[in-house]
């Protein structure tokens, strides 16, 4: 797995409310990914990350914000919750220079009221 | 929109048997992967076919890849309740630059009886 955990596991949070999802990873990736995964649409890209302060967009990015200060960190925040974004979050990396696996992070479980 | 297609989108399986699992997609790729998702857990990667490859093992894994019907397929043989699981495919497209992205379809929920 990498070695990627992602914090919370678990997370209840009301809609209009800031929420920011942390992945952990101690390989020195360069490349991180953050996905959501809900029924019938698979996973679906957010952001990812390239290295340390570039990030760029995916298929889902509104509404969503990530920054990566450091190599090991990428955060992603929800600036206002809504009842939409009640899915569950994966965090991905994968080695330099070998794009082809992606090892994902055990997951986030978010539900918005 | 999603560029992989699984199908079926369920599959219930003795165990001992067989699984064959279909994906389609709709544009050139660099290479086609298979996951796996036990419940609750993330995705683990299974198997990576390239463009110019028709069929690839490991173990009791065969995946098998059409490019000119832009499908792949993949069979798990003597399945064993503990392959009950999602399977998803990926497949890697290049987005320009040095960025290659997965995208990924909505997999088939396996589930093996003991």
């Known amino acids: 797995d990498a070695g990627i955990t992602q914090s919370p596991r678990h997370k209840v949070t009301e809609t209009g409310t800031p929420v920011t999802l942390r992945c952990h990873q101690t390989e020195n990736h360069r490349y991180m990914y953050w996905y959501r995964q809900d029924p019938g649409h698979g996973l679906r890209l957010i952001h990812y990350?390239?290295?340390?302060?570039?990030?760029d967009k995916g298929e889902v990015s509104d509404g969503y914000s990530v920054s990566r200060s450091k190599t090991e960190d990428f955060l992603l925040t929800l600036e206002s919750a809504t009842s939409s974004q009640t899915s569950v979050y994966f965090c991905?990396?994968?080695?330099?220079?070998?794009?082809?696996?992606?090892?994902f992070g055990p997951g986030t479980r978010l539900t918005v009221l | 929109s999603q560029q992989g297609e699984e199908d079926p989108q369920a599959l219930s399986i003795q165990e001992g048997e067989n699984a064959t699992m279909n994906c389609s997609y709709k544009?050139?790729?660099?290479?086609l992967q298979w996951y796996r998702q036990n419940s609750g857990r993330g995705l683990v990667h299974l198997i990576l076919?390239?463009?110019?490859?028709r069929e690839k093992h490991s173990g009791r894994l065969r995946v098998t890849l059409d490019t000119s019907k832009k499908s792949s397929s993949l069979l798990i043989t003597a399945s064993r309740a503990a392959d009950t699981a999602s399977y998803f495919c990926a497949t890697l497209m290049n987005y320009g630059g040095a960025t290659n992205k997965l995208i990924f379809g909505t997999g088939t929920l396996l589930a093996v009886q003991p």
């Open positions: 990350s390239y290295g340390v302060k570039d990030t």
């Open positions: 076919i390239r463009s110019n490859e």
């Open positions: 991905a990396t994968h080695r330099d220079g070998m794009t082809d696996t992606q090892y």
């Open positions: 544009t050139s790729i660099n290479n």
